[in-house]
């Protein structure tokens, strides 16, 4: 079974410190991994897909990377704007079938960026 | 413009009662899912339907029962709630199996 693992749970910064995320994925092999932002009381919004080790994809403060077994969300020069729960998520060539489209998703890291 | 809408944001019923959560999705996509976010905020799927069809069905009470009139809406009905169905439910929509796109969910309260 798919597995996602992201750290740290909580991540305080001051605005223009710069940091990342990480999101570590057990899968039998990966068809994609997603980064969504949740800000409170809303829905996940897409920010990423990476298909594959090596990848990466930026949007503006924000850059994606991918390896075999994780993937960093950057974040430099953090706002205050930035601060949300960041949430990571796998799907398996093996979520065809009766699990077509199923996303297997981490526990989030909050983030909360200080003025 | 919204793309995926829920309808009602919030919704506050007795044990016992049955009650429903409409979507909606005006993005064109073939594929809706239904997840649940618990109180850790912990995200997992209930139910998927691809062009109407039922896809996935987790290890869900047969309480729940997604209902799909057609590719642009799919409704979930719940039975006999209970106290720990209290929770947000998310709707989600994709063109096949890319990024999905959620809807701002349905907070449940059940007292």
């Known amino acids: 079974e798919d597995q996602v693992t992201q750290s740290p749970e909580a991540l305080r910064l001051q605005e223009g410190e710069s940091s990342s995320l990480n999101c570590s994925y057990t899968?039998?092999?990966?068809?994609?991994l997603f980064w969504y932002r949740q800000d409170p009381g809303k829905g996940p919004e897409f920010l990423f897909t990476?298909?594959?080790a090596g990848e990466e994809k930026e949007k503006e403060r924000l850059k994606a990377t991918l390896t075999k077994k994780e993937s960093f969300l950057h974040i430099t020069a953090p706002k205050p704007e930035d601060s949300a729960t960041y949430l990571c998520?796998?799907?398996?060539?093996?979520?065809?079938?009766?699990?077509?489209?199923?996303?297997?998703f981490g526990q989030g890291t909050i983030l909360t960026v200080h003025p | 413009d919204t793309a995926v809408s829920q309808t009602p944001k919030y919704l506050v019923t007795q044990m016992g009662n049955d009650k429903s959560i409409k979507c909606e999705q005006n993005?064109?996509?073939?594929?809706m899912y239904w997840y649940k976010q618990d109180s850790k905020k912990f995200l997992k799927i209930m139910f998927s339907?691809?062009?109407?069809?039922?896809?996935i069905n987790e290890t869900v009470p047969n309480r729940f029962s997604p209902k799909s009139p057609d590719k642009a809406h799919l409704n979930l009905h719940i039975n006999s709630l209970e106290l720990g169905d209290s929770a947000v439910y998310f709707c989600?929509?994709?063109?096949?199996?890319?990024?999905?796109?959620f809807g701002p969910g349905t907070r449940l309260t059940v007292t």
């Open positions: 339907y691809n062009n109407k069809e039922l896809i």
């Open positions: 990476l298909y594959s």
């Open positions: 899968v039998s092999g990966l068809r994609g």
């Open positions: 993005l064109g996509h073939d594929t």
């Open positions: 998520a796998v799907t398996s060539p093996n979520a065809g079938g009766t699990s077509y489209g199923k996303l297997t």
């Open positions: 989600a929509s994709s063109r096949g199996r890319d990024e999905q796109y």
